[in-house]
């Protein structure tokens, strides 16, 4: 009895000891576990402000993007308008019509008033209307939407033969710019297009101490402004 009750006490002792083991191996894990969460916790807490910091960057960023896709695109408009205006002005540099110069404004040309005008006269020579068909056929299928200026010009002489007509050589050089329209908008120019001025005794291009400069100055110019 006394060995039964030996083991049995053995027994007993022994078990308390591994629970007690147990117990403590079990709260060293648990211990283990709290401080593997709390640092999962600071990890996890650091990754969360990188996330955010990543986020305030890329919202940055797309802001930034939107705002060069914008500079972009008026580049683009800017760029497609410079060449436009460039083929515009390729357009305009090409070879101008037989007996046309060059202005500032457009083209022009001269006509000698000798050829559409008899001395003293603003009725326009069949000479002269012949000329001018072929004019405003030009500006028909050239200048299409162009303000055509027509100035008339004489020489210094003052008017004698016609003097009864005309009031003076301005006078006289009103109404042969105005005859010249005139038969421009039957020839198909269109009238708000169409401008009537007379410079009379002005802007002479020769001298008028000769015939041949004197001629030159009597004259009628057709401006293109465009």
Known sequence: MNRLKALSTFTVLVM?????GCDKQC???????KHLYNELQLKNQDLQKRLDECQDKNTKLMTQLADKTTQLEEVQTELAALKARKAKKVVSE????????????????????????????????????AR????????????P???????????SDP????????????????????????????????AENLEAI?????????????????ARNRRVEIVVVK
């Open 16 to 20: 308390g000891l591994i629970i007690m």
């Open 27 to 33: 709260k060293k894990e648990l211990a283990g576990l």
């Open 94 to 129: 090409a070879p101008l019509p037989a007996g046309w110069q060059k202005t500032a404004t457009g083209a022009k040309i001269t006509l000698a008033s000798d050829i559409l005008f008899a001395p003293g006269s603003a009725t326009l020579s069949q000479r002269g209307r």
């Open 132 to 143: 001018l068909r072929q004019i405003a056929a030009t500006i028909r299928n050239t200048y």
């Open 145 to 155: 939407n162009a303000t055509i200026r027509v100035y008339g010009f004489t020489d």
């Open 159 to 190: 008017i004698k033969k016609s003097k009864k007509l005309w009031k003076d050589n301005l006078d006289l050089s009103a109404n042969r710019a105005m005859a010249v329209v005139r038969l421009l908008r039957k020839l198909g120019i269109p």
């Open 198 to 214: 007379g410079m009379g005794a002005t802007h002479f291009i020769a001298p008028n101490t000769t015939p041949a400069g004197k």
